[in-house]
């Protein structure tokens, strides 16, 4: 019983594991997938922006080339002319002009300033290839903007710093380019933080941020730089669904693993292991079906029939009991059906000492003599008579004959009668039955049906009703359903009858109530 309920145990224990173990590690998976998404994604958008950079930069480029590759005197209404053209060109181009010894010499927008001296600082930043760069230049005719410059060789161009970080952004990420000779910031998005983009870059991007992700992109032929960065929640909902994903498939996954290790433990509680399990419990129940004198109607005596109702299922016996035979419990479910039926009539066998309960036992209880002994001890000292416990065997069960033969004789020699139970179906000859001496003979009740309906299959009960008559053995019909039946049992000799006609099986309550009520009411059967 003990390893019973550790083994119950364990596979409960293991069917819960797999169920949530599954559930658990997606909730992980899901964690670690959202944020190895996120970083993808955010990857995905830093290279992106550093593309943008590479095209204003070169976008500049192309435009200075433009505008050395047409002729034109230095600030002629021609050259003017052309940058204004250049300006028209390229998109990202704002301003396009002519500059020397330090000053501004004249652009289309603020036409020729040769005679005005508008200084032109220093560079803030030469490139290797000859370009010269200002960062924050004030455009001469606006004291808002401050663009960024490029130069060479006295054309140069300006560029809005927010060309290099508008990019088309739901989310809207901050996004800071940078010039990673210098480490300087070239622009700047709307709600980045200089500082703070500056120093993600110096890390590459490894911050530990619990608010923030970070991402850097480089670019691979000039000295520029991006560092973008999202916040994590605002993949909260993206996460959610990742979430909702990996658990549906954690439950499914931990439902099959439970469906099967719960097939595993139903086999183990297999229906042999239930069966023990229900007769170590005594889970089972005795009725007892009465057996009447049919010239009477009076009852003489009652079999013991098992019930066993599982979950609220009634197993049938004839299933049940064939599973105890199989797997070695038909002793004890004997043992309990002896005890229960003593439990239950002993105050009736006592008070009534011609009444008889007969008992059914297997093959195996015939084989030796350890149920006739369990019987005598049992019977010791209770006032009930050898003669009211009787022993039911089907001609199934004779068939190991020597042994069997034995074990009769000494039932018989203890006082207890032996029936033969469902005879005719156990294809018994008449002259091998003649060397067992028993005691009644129940007809079974596929013949009892025959009767009182078309001649030809009624034609087998007459025959053995008489073979039991030369027996010299008393008779029990089974399953008596109808008057008729009953009328043609006495015609011919029948002595005994059981059936629903009487009383089906019953508890020794209702038992009592059907004998005290049949009293009142008995109406002997005459010819
Ligand atoms: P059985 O010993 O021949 O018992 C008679 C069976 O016929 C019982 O079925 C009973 O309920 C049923 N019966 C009686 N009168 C009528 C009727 O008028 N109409 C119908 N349709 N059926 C009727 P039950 O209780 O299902 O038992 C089936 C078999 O299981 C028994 O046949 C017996 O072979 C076996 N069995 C029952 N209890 C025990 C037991 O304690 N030990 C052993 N070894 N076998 C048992
Ligand atoms: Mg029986
Ligand atoms: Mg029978």
Redesign the pocket.
């Known amino acids: 019983m003990i390893k019973r309920m550790s083994l119950i145990s364990a596979s409960v224990a293991l069917g819960c594991i797999v169920t949530v173990a599954p559930v658990l590690t997606s909730i992980y998976i899901a964690d670690e997938d959202a944020e190895l998404r996120e970083q993808e994604d955010l990857q995905q958008f830093a290279a992106k922006a550093v593309m943008r950079t590479e095209l204003v930069t070169y976008q500049a480029f192309a435009a200075i080339a433009d505008m050395e590759a047409r002729p034109g005197g230095l600030c002629s209404p021609v050259q003017i002319a052309q940058f204004a053209h250049v300006i028209f060109n390229y998109r990202y181009v704002q301003d396009a002009g002519a500059y020397g010894g330090g000053e501004y010499l004249c652009s289309p927008l603020s036409g020729d300033v040769r005679a005005q001296h508008l200084t032109m600082p220093p560079p803030d930043w030469r490139s290797k290839d000859g370009y010269q760069l200002w960062y924050r230049q004030k455009n001469p005719v606006s004291d808002e903007r401050q663009d960024i410059q490029i130069g060479r060789n006295g054309k140069y161009v300006s560029i809005d710093p927010q060309s290099y970080v508008d990019l088309i952004d739901p989310a809207q990420r901050p996004i800071a380019a940078i010039n990673v000779e210098t480490n300087t910031i070239l622009a700047l998005s709307s709600g980045a933080d200089g500082d703070d983009m500056l120093s993600a870059w110096k890390l590459a991007g490894h911050v530990n941020n619990e608010q923030w992700h970070y991402a850097v992109a480089r670019s691979a032929s000039r000295p520029l730089g991006v560092v973008v960065k999202s916040p994590r929640s605002s993949l909260v909902g993206h996460w959610l669904g990742l979430l909702v994903m990996w658990l549906s498939i954690g439950v499914v996954v931990g439902g099959v693993l439970g469906w099967i290790a719960f097939r595993q433990i139903s086999r183990q509680l297999s229906f042999p292991a239930t069966l023990e399990w229900a007769i170590v419990r005594k889970k089972i129940d ?2 007892f ?1 009465p057996i009447v004198r049919l010239t009477s109607g009076e009852c003489v005596g009652v ?5 066993w109702n599982l979950n609220g299922r009634n197993i ?3 299933i049940f ?1 064939a599973v105890a035979e199989q797997n070695g419990l ?1 002793q004890p ?2 043992d309990l ?1 002896l005890d229960k039926t003593l439990d239950d009539l002993s105050t009736l066998l006592r008070s009534r000492p011609s009444f008889y309960v007969s ?4 093959s195996e209880d015939l084989r030796t003599r350890r149920f006739l002994n369990v019987l005598t001890a049992r019977l010791r000292e209770t006032g009930i008579r050898p003669a009211q416990i009787r022993i ?1 065997a ?1 001609e199934r069960s004779f068939m190991d004959a020597d042994a069997t033969r034995q074990t009769i004789a000494a039932f018989r020699d203890a006082g207890h009668p032996v029936y033969i ?2 005879f005719g179906t156990g294809y018994s000859s008449l002259s091998y039955l003649q060397t067992f001496t028993i005691d009644v003979l ?1 007809i ?2 596929s013949f009892i049906d025959t009767i009182g309906q078309d001649a030809a299959s009624s034609i087998v009960a007459p025959h053995i009703i008489a073979m039991a008559h030369e027996l010299g053995v008393e008779i029990v019909a ?4 109808r008057d008729v039946q009953v009328e043609y049992l006495v015609e011919r000799g029948v002595q005994y009858g ?4 009487f009383a ?2 019953m508890r020794v309550d209702e038992l009592v109530l059907w004998l005290n009520e049949r009293r009142t009411v008995l109406q002997p059967i005459h010819l």
Do not use: C, M, Y
């Open positions: 005795v009725f079906q079999e013991a029939l098992v019930r049938s016996p004839e009991v038909i479910l004997t059906v008992i059914n036992v297997s039911e089907t139970d469902d129940k079974d009740k089974e399953g008596v359903e059981q059936g629903w006609l089906k099986a």
